[in-house]
C-alpha cells in the first residue's frame, strides 16, 4: 500500500512546503505551518451526475425515531444545547483540567442505558477511552451507580444496571480510521471521545494533539457523524490562558461548543454554550459537584442564597438573567479605612471598571465620603456578574457596609445606575421580580418607586 502523500501549508497565505519549517518565507508568520494529505487528480474519484448529489427539502412531520432530538438525560444540559441532542451534531466540550468534563460525559451516558427501556435491538453508546482505561471509567460508573442518590431515585438492582451497561462499548484505540470503522459497524446511539486530543491518523506524520492531527480527525468524525445522523461529544483540553486548544478552525468544523468552568476549590460547576447551532449561546446549566459526580441544580438562586445571613450590614441580594432563567444571588461589600494614598478597589466575580464607576457616582452624587477608603465587592457562590442590572445591588451594599447600617430582609434591588445617579430600566423586570415573589422577597426596589439612587439610600436610612 503507498504511503499518503503530504504536504505543510501556512495557514494565513495558503502557501505549501514539502517540509515543515518554524517561520513561513511568504507571509513571515511563525508557526502557522500544518500538515495536510494531498489528493492527487487521479486518485480523486470521478464526477457523480447531478441528479446524485442534489436533494429535495426533507419532509420535517415525516421524520422519526433517530432524526428528532433527543435528551441527554441531564436537563441542565439540555437546557444549555437547547433542548438535547441533535442526531449528527457533533460538541466540542472543554474546561479546565479535573473540572469535570469526563465526569459529566460519564453520566450522560450511564443514564442513557439505565433509564432507556428494555429493547430487543443494541443501540449501544461508544466511548473512547483515549486518556484512561476501561477499568479505570468503570470505578467511576460503579461509583455513581453504588451513590446514596442514585439508591434513593432509581428502584433498580445493580444486576439490572449491570445487564443494561453491556451497551457501553469502550474503544481503546485512538486510531480515528478504526473509530470510524466501529461507528459503521455498531451503529450507536451516541459517540462518547475523551479526548479529541488523543486522537490521530496514521496518513498524516504529526503526534496526536498537533494541528494537523487535530483538524483531520475532527473533519472525518464530523463528515461520519452528519452521514450516520449519529451525535458526537468531543471532549477537548484548554490552553493555559482557558481557550480551547487546538486551532480556530476546530471551532468552526464542530456544530456547538460546550465550557465548563468553576473553581476546582469550589461544588458549583457552571456550563455554557459559546457557540450552537441548534440553540441560543445564552443559557447556563448550572451543577453542583457532589461525591458521586456533578449533581444537576434545578433551582440555582437557593444555591446563591443559601449562605445569605439577614441583618448583616454590607449584604444585599440582586437578580441577573442568565438566558431565560433569572437567578437572584447574594452581593456583599466591605469598605474600610485605607492606609495607602490610593485606595483600593478589589472585586470577585465583578468587573473593576464597574466598582469604580459605581465609586464615583456614590461619592458625587449621595455624598459618601469614599475618596479615602478600600471598597471590596464578591457576588456569592463564585459567581461572575456581567449585567449593568446589579448596580443598585452594589451600590446599596456599598452604602451600607460603610455606614454599618442593614439592609432590611426580604428587600431586592433591580435596577442600572447612570453616571448621573438616576436609576435606569432594565431587560425582562416582570421576570425578575416573579421570580423574587417565588422566593418569598416582599421589597423590590427597581425604576418603577425610585428614581436615584439618593433617594434609595434615604429611604433605606443609608445616608
Not at 442534489?54 to 437547547?82: H, I, M, N, Q, Y
Not at 460519564?106 to 473512547?128: E, F, G, H, M
Not at 498537533?210 to 452528519?226: D, F, N, P, W
Not at 423586570?429 to 439610600?457: P, Q, Y
Request: net charge positive; aromatic share 4%.
Amino acid at each position: 500500500m503507498a504511503k499518503t502523500k503530504t504536504q505543510f501549508v501556512c495557514q494565513q497565505c495558503g502557501v505549501t512546503y514539502p517540509r515543515w519549517q518554524g517561520q513561513c518565507t511568504e507571509c513571515g508568520q511563525w508557526n502557522t505551518l500544518v500538515e495536510e494529505t494531498v489528493e492527487t487528480i487521479a486518485a480523486k474519484s470521478p464526477l457523480r451526475p447531478s441528479s446524485e448529489i442534489l436533494t429535495a427539502f426533507p419532509d420535517v412531520k415525516a421524520l422519526e425515531g433517530r432524526e428528532k432530538r433527543f435528551s441527554t438525560s441531564l436537563t441542565e444540559l439540555d437546557r444549555v444545547l437547547g433542548g438535547g441532542m441533535v442526531p449528527g451534531g457533533v460538541i466540542l466540550l472543554g474546561g479546565e483540567p479535573g473540572i469535570g468534563k469526563s465526569t459529566l460525559m460519564t453520566q450522560v451516558a450511564v443514564n442513557l442505558l439505565v433509564d432507556s427501556p428494555a429493547k430487543k435491538d443494541r443501540w449501544p453508546i461508544l466511548y473512547v477511552a483515549g486518556e484512561e482505561s476501561p477499568r479505570q471509567i468503570s470505578l467511576r460508573i460503579n461509583r455513581f451507580l453504588n451513590s446514596e442518590h442514585k439508591k434513593s431515585t432509581k428502584k433498580m438492582t445493580a444486576l439490572t444496571a449491570q445487564k443494561k451497561l453491556k451497551d457501553l462499548v469502550f474503544i481503546t484505540s485512538t486510531d480515528v480510521d478504526e473509530l470510524l470503522q466501529a461507528m459503521r459497524t455498531e451503529q450507536p446511539r451516541l459517540v462518547v471521545v475523551d479526548s479529541i486530543q488523543a486522537m490521530s491518523t496514521r496518513e498524516l506524520t504529526g503526534a496526536s494533539g498537533s494541528v494537523g492531527q487535530l483538524r483531520e480527525s475532527t473533519e472525518r468524525i464530523a463528515q461520519l457523524a452528519k452521514a450516520l445522523h449519529i451525535p458526537v461529544f468531543l471532549i477537548g483540553h484548554v490552553t493555559k490562558e482557558g481557550a480551547i486548544a487546538g486551532p480556530k478552525v476546530l471551532e468552526h468544523i464542530v456544530d456547538a461548543v460546550v465550557e465548563i468552568s468553576g473553581e476546582r476549590s469550589d461544588q458549583l460547576r457552571l456550563v455554557r454554550a459559546l457557540k450552537n447551532r441548534f440553540g441560543a449561546t445564552d443559557e447556563v446549566g448550572v451543577f453542583q459537584h457532589v461525591e458521586y459526580g456533578l449533581e444537576e441544580v434545578p433551582n440555582p438562586s437557593e444555591l446563591f442564597l443559601e449562605h445569605q445571613e439577614g441583618g448583616v450590614p454590607g449584604s444585599a441580594t440582586v437578580c441577573v438573567m442568565e438566558g431565560t432563567r433569572p437567578l437572584l444571588i447574594e452581593v456583599q461589600a466591605l469598605v474600610t479605612n485605607s492606609q495607602l494614598a490610593m485606595p483600593r478597589r478589589v472585586g470577585r466575580g465583578i468587573e473593576l471598571s464597574r466598582i469604580q464607576v459605581l465609586c464615583a457616582v456614590l461619592q458625587k452624587h449621595a455624598g459618601l465620603p469614599l475618596g479615602s477608603n478600600d471598597v471590596f465587592l464578591s457576588a456569592a457562590g463564585g459567581f461572575r456578574v456581567t449585567e449593568p442590572a446589579v448596580d443598585l445591588g452594589l451600590a446599596v451594599a456599598i452604602a451600607s457596609s460603610m455606614r454599618g447600617v442593614k439592609v432590611p430582609q426580604k428587600t431586592i434591588f433591580i435596577g442600572e445606575v447612570g453616571l448621573l445617579g438616576e436609576i435606569r430600566k432594565v431587560n425582562y423586570l416582570e421576570r425578575r421580580i416573579k421570580e423574587a415573589r417565588r422566593l418569598g422577597f416582599t421589597k423590590i426596589i427597581s425604576r418603577e418607586n425610585a428614581r436615584t439612587v439618593r433617594e434609595v439610600l434615604k429611604t433605606l436610612a443609608l445616608l
